[in-house]
């Protein structure tokens, strides 16, 4: 066959960023330009899938730079297979929608917002198949950079003031804390590689892997640990499917995904809890959980409650890299699958709601479940998935953690894992449940939702449920990187 | 100390010229006095080149006749190495002899001209500034270049 | 580069290192007749052609042999005027001759459109005595020849400066107040050589510095130093003696700024690391002293009080003339740190420096050849206008914050690392908040470019306006370098690490 692996992995990249370039060229003719995105985004994903399936020889691609001593990489592990897969499958999702959305709403700049979606997507898979921090770090400020056009989409003052809020603190942690820290790494360990069983393991004394930590895990401004959290709510000026790009697939999950590579492969779990450090930045994870979900509880509207819910949710991976036990580091590769799916679907839900009906603040919602069933159906059950009840995916990563948090004797974080579950009902249920129960609201729709718009969340709150199924192959997978036997 | 100042009191006249040109830069708000302290400055340091190259019972660096027959070939040798060495290929129809050092005059001889054109632009552009500002005092200038900014703040 | 070195007659390259100074300075005389600006504009492009092959020439034969000398006149040194080039100063030869005729090809446009038509060739003329000032100061081997190469191209800066009058008469008061502070610079570098001339007695850098170890406890060398790192301080812009050179990058011709910025500081920086390191010697207390306290501290400073400064600028081009003084700042800390890593990462930041400099300005001379930008409130909504110039201007300001993907990333790497092998974290901490600084005020100008609304009186106008292509091909030029170097940096880092390396090899005498 012509398609090698190391093919595939640099066609990760360049699929999608082919494809925004015949979006940008195709910008006269929607339609034509719709279907560019969607075939790019099926071409990415049967390539992912090619990739993962591959998986196991660990191929890699290294452009050595010059004399230099540094290098770009790609290089194909499980985690950053699963991540791409993630992305690239809700890719295809996220596109239909946003094709429904932008057109239902009639947003104007349609063609500029696509080119900079594959763009991101492109830099997301980057983030995903890199072999070392330094390519990591380029294609994660990349990341940022071309989202920013996405937040500040809209044009209007409040959306160029959150824009350019989202960029203050992404730049300048990312620049401030995590360009120290890699530039350290790379001085003590005289590279940036990752590597199976930690870089810095061995190499430096668990004093300074407690300064590095610290850095690395505010650095990663992307994984929204309080208090850098900030941009993420101010990133919802943004249109409702680059929130929910923003928040399942590329940003906050490059983030994560960052936070738990450095800590398998940069620090590894030895150092980690060698690391006085690491204790305490669980404690600082465990207090953003609980916070955000209080701050969520007092939100309106609807998609400021749900970002606060995304930082909450987003310090399960963080506090999960920190207990670094075996099965706490599982549960947090897992909660990055089941939280995109389910986090896509409440955000397409939204998005949803505000097209047919104009409406954002939940209060005005109630009884409006009657008139879209399907869309606060998908919601219910996105809002299952993330409580953490069986039978939807959400259920396995919180299980994981708290006993991974139980094997290392942290009892009080599992105390604040219960807790999350249940501010987790307070601030998600009713939405549904109003909707449902509560009398009709008296004015119809403005227009009934547009089946791209109610379609993909019900696609992908299916899919959180299925994968509850596929825990299994899941867990197989994963295997390898955290040596768990189940 | 007398004899320090008696032995050296070139450079005290250097100082003095010296730090009387720059206050005269620092001090003054009109353009063209300024530009006469920076001469004065300069010409400090010419008489600093100067003093310093003179040689105390020196003759003018120029080769007698009698050694010029052996002087042809000899001359540019004689430009580079010590003037003993050349005389001593002249073979001994001259004595030994202590020249002055023409370098240091060659050298301000540079300076002075560097200093005039320095000067001459200095002039020209304080004639241009004359022409267009229609004052030549530093305070006035800054007046109105402040009235400008401000008022392109405002526009 | 071999090829093109080739391309020259044998018998012109023995005489290369005279040929390159003495032709723009012929051309000069040349130009300041002609009638026509656009035939001195020629007279300026063949001129420094010329001087590009064969400064090519030189440094061929510099990376072939190590170093060469030539004696002006047939007169050997130490006694006749030498033009010495080592791989210290081949890397500026370089620099200069490209980065000049970079701007010479893009100066026809903009000087067309800023100087009056009557007095353009006399602008090209003064041009090329700068021109063949600056390439003679980094040629010399000679301290005081030094000093006349220094002044004969600081005093057509002056002129250069002064002839943005056209456009903005605050113009004039920049050039007389850059006059004055020059001069007084210049003059405190002279008063530096007579020392060294006094206790040594001779003038020859390569001699002084085989004589000057003996010397070291002597208080005239030590007084030396000082007068000449203050003098060549205060023409590097390093910090505090940079008063002069925001508003003379303000206010001069865009074709002017895009020049200086590209070469005038850099090689007063050359002439402080040849001074500190070849002719006095780092061993020395006094010099040793200075590097922590005078260059490391003042550059640290520099870089972050010039940063902040920036920020607050509402002039386009005063803006990026602070964030020079602030990019010299970290050329500073390179020397400051006194190894030859550190060193050589100043000399790569110079290097980098003048490539990002040279696009960022040479973008706002073609925005203000099209529509007169002054003030970065200007430049809103340039993006649709003027795409090009508008992605190449980013392309440069990305480079400056050092985000990867642009060369301005290797200069701000190799110095974080040059600073920690030396144990100076703080350093680091330093470098990283301006850049920070640094992303504040880019990004404010890239807002202003791709995001803000158009002004209503241009939105008519819009339909798009292109830069002159002599303009946009030595920008875009200079663009891609800024990114391909990133990926290909071996040729510059081994220049640089040569030029470190010479410069370090005068202890050897």
Same mark, same amino acid.
């Given at each position: 066959m012509i398609w090698s692996p190391e093919i595939a992995l640099l066609a990760a990249l360049i699929i999608p960023a082919i494809g925004g370039v015949f979006v940008g060229l195709l910008g006269k003719s929607p339609n034509l330009r719709e279907g560019a995105t969607l075939v790019a985004s099926v071409l990415l994903a049967l390539n992912v899938a090619y990739l993962v399936s591959v998986t196991g020889d660990r191929p890699e691609l290294i452009y050595e730079i010059g004399s230099t001593g540094l290098a770009f990489g790609l290089k194909l592990e499980p985690l950053g297979a699963l991540f791409a897969a993630v992305a690239s499958g809700l890719w295809i999702v996220n596109s239909l929608y946003s094709i429904g959305y932008m057109r239902g709403n009639n947003e104007k700049d349609q063609t500029r917002f696509f080119v900079f979606f594959t763009i991101a997507i492109a830099c997301a898979m980057g983030v995903a198949l890199s072999s070392n921090l330094l390519t990591m770090f380029l294609f994660y400020e990349a990341l940022t950079l071309s989202t920013y056009p996405l937040v500040a989409h809209k044009g209007d003052a409040k959306a160029r003031r959150g824009a350019a809020i989202y960029l203050a603190i992404l730049l300048g942690t990312s620049i401030g804390l995590l360009l120290p820290a890699i530039i350290a790494t790379q001085y003590i360990a005289g590279s940036t590689d990752f590597t199976v069983g930690g870089l810095l393991n061995g190499e430096a004394s668990p004093m300074l892997a407690s300064v590095l930590l610290v850095l690395f895990i505010f650095g990663i401004g992307k994984a929204a640990l309080m208090p850098v959290h900030p941009w993420l709510p101010n990133a919802m000026v943004a249109p409702t499917p680059v929130s929910a790009l923003l928040h399942a697939v590329a940003v906050v999950k490059a983030g994560v995904f960052a936070v738990l590579k450095v800590s398998t492969y940069i620090f590894g779990t030895e150092l980690i809890a060698a690391a006085p450090a690491s204790d305490w930045l669980a404690w600082i994870a465990a207090i953003s959980i609980v916070a955000a979900s209080v701050i969520a509880m007092s939100s309106n509207n609807l998609k400021r409650r749900l970002a606060f819910s995304t930082v909450s949710q987003l310090s399960y991976v963080t506090i999960g890299a920190m207990i670094a036990a075996p099965l706490a580091m599982l549960g947090a590769a897992l909660q990055i699958v089941m939280h995109a799916w389910a986090k896509i679907t409440l955000f397409m839900c939204a998005g949803a709601i505000y097209t047919a009906s104009k409406k954002t603040e939940i209060s005005d919602m109630r009884g409006l479940g009657r008139l879209m069933p399907w869309t606060f159906g998908a919601f219910a059950v996105g809002a299952f998935s993330i409580i953490g009840l069986p039978?939807? @995916?959400?259920?396995? #990563?919180?299980?994981?953690?708290?006993?991974?948090? /139980?094997?290392?004797?942290?009892?009080?974080?599992?105390?604040?894992? *219960?807790?999350?579950?249940?501010?987790?009902?307070?601030y998600l249920l009713p939405i549904p449940g109003r909707g449902f129960f509560d009398p009709a609201p008296k004015e119809s729709l403005k227009k009934p939702g547009p089946m791209l718009v109610v379609l993909p969340p019900v696609i992908t709150a299916a899919g959180a449920t299925i994968l509850f199924f596929l825990i299994g192959p899941l867990t197989d997978f994963l295997a390898p990187v955290f040596g768990v036997e189940l | 100390m007398i004899e320090l100042l008696a032995e050296r009191f070139n450079f005290i006249i250097v100082i003095i010229l010296m730090m009387t040109g720059l206050y005269a830069v620092v001090a003054t708000g009109n353009l063209v006095k300024r530009l006469v302290g920076l001469s004065l400055f300069q010409t400090s340091v010419f008489l600093l080149y100067i003093t310093m190259g003179k040689v105390f019972g020196g003759q003018p660096p120029i080769l007698p006749e009698s050694a010029e027959g052996h002087g042809e070939t000899a001359g540019y040798d004689a430009a580079a190495h010590a003037p003993e060495t050349a005389l001593a290929d002249a073979g001994h129809h001259v004595e030994a002899a202590i020249y002055s050092n023409p370098l240091p005059h060659v050298l301000i001889?540079?300076?002075?001209?560097?200093?005039?054109?320095?000067?001459?632009? &200095?002039?020209?552009?304080?004639?241009?500034?004359?022409?267009?500002?229609?004052?030549?005092?530093d305070e006035a200038i800054n007046q109105a270049d402040y009235a400008v900014d401000s008022a392109g703040k405002n526009a | 580069m071999d090829f093109l070195a080739s391309l020259l007659p044998a018998h012109i390259v023995e005489h290369a290192p005279a040929i390159v100074v003495v032709v723009p300075l012929l051309m000069a005389a040349i130009a300041a007749i002609l009638p026509n600006g656009k035939l001195g504009w020629a007279v300026a492009l063949v001129s420094t052609v010329i001087s590009a092959l064969l400064a090519i020439a030189i440094v061929v034969d510099v990376q072939a042999g190590g170093v060469v000398s030539y004696a002006m006149g047939g007169w050997a040194p130490p006694a006749g005027i030498e033009f010495r080039i080592d791989s210290l100063n081949a890397v500026l030869l370089l620099l200069i001759t490209l980065l000049g005729l970079l701007s010479v090809i893009y100066a026809l446009p903009s000087v067309a459109d800023e100087i009056a038509d009557n007095r353009q060739s006399l602008f090209y003329s003064a041009f090329l005595v700068c021109f063949a000032g600056l390439l003679g100061v980094?040629?010399?081997?000679?301290?005081?020849?030094?000093?006349?190469?220094?002044?004969?191209?600081?005093?057509?800066?002056?002129?250069?400066?002064?002839?943005?009058?056209?456009?903005?008469?605050?113009?004039?008061?920049?050039?007389?107040?850059?006059? *004055?502070? @020059?001069?007084?610079?210049?003059?405190?570098?002279?008063?530096?050589?007579?020392?060294?001339?006094?206790?040594?007695?001779?003038?020859?850098?390569?001699?002084?510095?085989?004589?000057?170890?003996?010397?070291?406890?002597?208080?005239?060398?030590?007084? /030396?130093?000082?007068?000449?790192?203050?003098?060549?301080?205060?023409?590097?812009?390093?910090?505090?003696?940079?008063?002069?050179? #925001?508003?003379?990058?303000?206010? $001069?011709?865009?074709?002017?700024? +895009?020049?200086?910025?590209? +070469?005038?500081?850099?090689? $007063?920086?050359?002439?402080?690391?040849?001074?500190?390191?070849?002719?006095?010697?780092?061993?020395?207390?006094?010099?040793?002293?200075?590097?922590?306290?005078?260059?490391?501290?003042?550059?640290?400073?520099?870089?972050?009080?010039?940063?902040?400064?920036?920020?607050?600028?509402?002039?386009?081009?005063?803006?990026?003339?602070?964030?020079?003084?602030?990019?010299?700042?970290?050329?500073?800390? @390179?020397?400051?740190?006194?190894?030859?890593? &550190?060193?050589?990462?100043?000399?790569?930041h110079l290097v980098n420096h003048a490539m990002m400099k040279g696009v960022l300005f040479m973008a706002l001379g073609a925005f203000a050849v099209r529509f007169g930008i002054r003030r970065i409130s200007d430049l809103n909504g340039f993006a649709r206008t003027m795409p090009f110039t508008s992605v190449a201007f980013t392309i440069g300001?990305?480079?400056?914050?050092?985000?990867?993907?642009?060369?301005?990333?290797?200069?701000?790497?190799?110095?974080?690392?040059?600073?920690?092998?030396?144990?100076?974290?703080?350093?680091?901490?330093?470098?990283?908040?301006?850049?920070?600084?640094?992303?504040?005020?880019?990004?404010?100008?890239? /807002?202003?470019?791709?995001?803000?609304?158009?002004?209503?009186?241009?939105? @008519?106008?819009?339909?798009?306006?292109?830069? #002159?292509?002599?303009?946009?091909?030595?920008?875009?030029?200079?663009?891609?370098?800024?990114?391909?170097?990133?990926?290909?940096?071996?040729?510059?880092?081994?220049?640089?690490?040569?030029?470190?390396?010479?410069?370090? $090899?005068?202890?050897?005498?």
């Open positions: 039978p939807f @995916g959400g259920m396995w #990563p919180k299980l994981y953690l708290m006993m991974g948090a /139980a094997s290392t004797g942290q009892l009080a974080l599992i105390g604040a894992l *219960i807790l999350s579950s249940i501010l987790n009902v307070a | 001889l540079t300076a002075i001209v560097v200093g005039v054109a320095t000067l001459a632009v &200095g002039l020209a552009l304080v004639v241009r500034i004359r022409e267009s500002y229609g004052t030549i005092e | 980094a040629i010399t081997g000679d301290a005081f020849n030094m000093f006349v190469f220094l002044e004969i191209s600081s005093i057509s800066t002056y002129v250069l400066v002064g002839m943005g009058a056209a456009r903005d008469r605050r113009a004039l008061t920049a050039a007389y107040n850059y006059l *004055i502070l @020059g001069t007084i610079g210049a003059t405190f570098f002279v008063i530096g050589v007579g020392f060294l001339y006094m206790a040594t007695g001779t003038l020859n850098m390569a001699d002084m510095a085989s004589r000057l170890p003996d010397l070291s406890s002597s208080r005239v060398v030590q007084a /030396a130093f000082a007068f000449i790192i203050v003098g060549l301080g205060l023409k590097a812009a390093m910090f505090p003696l940079h008063l002069w050179l #925001p508003n003379a990058y303000a206010y $001069a011709p865009n074709f002017v700024t +895009t020049f200086l910025a590209t +070469t005038a500081t850099k090689v $007063a920086f050359y002439t402080l690391v040849r001074f500190m390191f070849d002719v006095f010697w780092p061993e020395a207390a006094f010099v040793a002293v200075s590097f922590f306290w005078v260059f490391a501290v003042l550059g640290i400073v520099g870089m972050i009080v010039a940063s902040i400064q920036a920020v607050f600028q509402e002039d386009a081009r005063r803006l990026l003339a602070f964030s020079s003084v602030a990019q010299v700042g970290y050329m500073m800390l @390179g020397l400051g740190i006194g190894t030859a890593a &550190g060193v050589s990462a100043g000399m790569l300001g990305l480079s400056l914050v050092g985000v990867p993907m642009t060369v301005g990333f290797w200069s701000k790497w190799y110095l974080g690392v040059a600073a920690f092998e030396n144990g100076w974290w703080w350093a680091v901490a330093a470098l990283i908040l301006s850049s920070l600084i640094a992303l504040a005020y880019i990004a404010r100008m890239l /807002a202003a470019i791709w995001v803000a609304e158009p002004h209503h009186d241009r939105a @008519g106008a819009i339909a798009s306006a292109r830069a #002159p292509w002599m303009m946009l091909a030595p920008m875009w030029i200079l663009a891609i370098a800024n990114i391909w170097f990133f990926f290909q940096p071996d040729f510059l880092i081994s220049i640089t690490n040569a030029a470190a390396e010479a410069a370090f $090899a005068g202890e050897a005498r």
